[in-house]
């Protein structure tokens, strides 16, 4: 069986890089994938869903929703404030 999501992404070096994917069934954990890829900077290539290619508008969305977990968690961290209270203040977290 087919995983419903799957990420096509590069580790980029000095001269080169290597392809390398990712599936799962779970948008949860996509979303918490991809907030990993941007933060340690890899090459998001492709994002497909039950084989196809997600329209740009989607794997935007999801890549805007990755982008927000981190800035959520950086708030958190660097003002020393909980969730709720990010949210109340700042309104990234879900």
Known sequence: MMPKYNVEY?????????????????PVALEEFLAELLERGYTIDKISHEGMPLEQKEA????KAA????????????????????????????
Request: with cysteine; proline share 2%; aromatic share 10%.
């Open 60 to 63: 935007d969305r999801l890549v």
């Open 67 to 94: 982008a927000q977990q981190i800035t959520a968690r950086l708030l958190c961290v660097s003002l020393r404030i909980k969730t709720d209270e990010e949210r109340f203040r700042f309104g990234f977290s879900a």
């Open 10 to 26: 590069r580790v980029n070096f000095r001269r080169s890089s290597l392809p390398h994917h990712y599936s799962t069934d779970d």
